[in-house]
């Protein structure tokens, strides 16, 4: 890494992202690589984000993908239950491995499956009591842990953040090509 000097002695380093739009200035001057400050950070963050989540969730005997499913459940309210589509329309779980989701936390003991009263095709997925207790405890660390993960910024900071990042999601969505779509 290249160093920079700053006040009083310190010395900045350039990070990963300055160094790969620096190079891509030397071999190709003509690019505009303006994108890469933006899209490479926020990538470089995500991972660093996936990890230390991942890792957080882990100690709980949980996959992320599970710790989704029982938040989807409990942001539900009592009764704590969803139907597999209503877990897959809930924004964080994808419909393409819900059953196989539902079956691991099933086998654990965290959710139970109940069929409807009125209806029996209709299954629900339903948070056990050793289900409650355990994602109230584990978001209840993940709030924590996204909390000193968010130090380094300002209140303030953290809003104009979450705005922006709102606003880049629908530029995003936006740019899709119709055959995306």
């Avoid at 300055?18 to 990538?43: F, K, M, N, Q, Y």
């Avoid at 959710?111 to 629900?124: L, S």
């Avoid at 355990?134 to 909390?147: G, I, T, W």
Wanted: charged share 30%.
């Amino acid at each position: 890494m290249t160093g920079k000097q700053a006040g009083k002695g310190a010395t900045v380093h350039q990070d990963a992202v300055a160094s790969i739009i620096e190079a891509w200035a030397r071999e190709r001057p003509e690019l505009d690589t303006a994108p890469l400050e933006v899209l490479a950070r926020l990538h470089r963050t995500f991972l660093r984000y996936n990890t230390r989540l991942t890792s957080a969730i882990d100690q709980h005997g949980l996959a992320v993908a599970g710790f989704d499913v029982l938040t989807a459940l409990r942001r539900a309210g009592a009764p704590y239950r969803l139907t597999a589509g209503q877990l897959a329309d809930s924004g964080l779980v994808s419909s393409a491995g819900v059953t196989l989701r539902i079956d691991r936390l099933e086998k654990d003991g965290l959710i139970v499956r109940e069929r409807d009263a009125d209806d029996r095709r209709v299954v629900y997925s339903r948070l056990t009591d050793a289900g409650l207790a355990k994602v109230d405890k584990v978001f209840a660390e993940h709030l924590d842990n996204e909390r000193r993960m968010l130090a380094g910024l300002s209140p303030a900071e953290c809003r104009q953040l979450a705005r922006l990042l709102s606003k880049l999601e629908r530029s995003i969505e936006e740019s899709a090509e119709p055959d995306e779509e």
